[in-house]
């Protein structure tokens, strides 16, 4: 079982509109909905992404849609990723500090 057609209409979205967010063929859509194919862990994540859920709420493994992260880390994350490599580095570099769980450098 899948959430997607669900989620689909939630959003009030055509399998074409749904299609062209996932880089997907309309008729994929279809069959990933009525679960005539597995999904791959690529449809996986792009689907989580546009639905803003879980991959185990996606795949009906859990009724929480989220995993606790708000809206605002969600985007921030999205433009992280999406955000060119030399960027990255840069937003790294000055995070290194609190990933590593130590106090900040002063500055």
């Known amino acids: 079982m899948n959430r997607i057609l669900e989620l689909r209409k939630e959003k009030k979205m055509t399998q074409p509109q749904l299609a062209a967010l996932v880089n ?13 194919i597995d999904l791959n862990t ?9 639905f803003n859920v879980t ?4 795949l009906g493994l859990s009724s929480r849609r989220t995993a606790g992260v708000t809206e605002a880390d969600a985007q921030l994350l999205h433009a992280y990723h999406a955000a060119p ?6 937003v790294d570099t000055a995070l290194a ?5 130590k106090e900040p450098a002063a500055g």
């Open 24 to 36: 997907a063929s309309r008729q994929s859509i279809g069959k990933w909905e009525t679960g005539a």
């Open 42 to 50: 690529d449809a996986i994540a792009r689907f989580c992404v546009v």
């Open 55 to 58: 991959a185990d709420y996606l």
């Open 85 to 90: 490599e030399p960027i990255r580095r840069i």
């Open 97 to 101: 500090d609190y990933v590593e769980k």
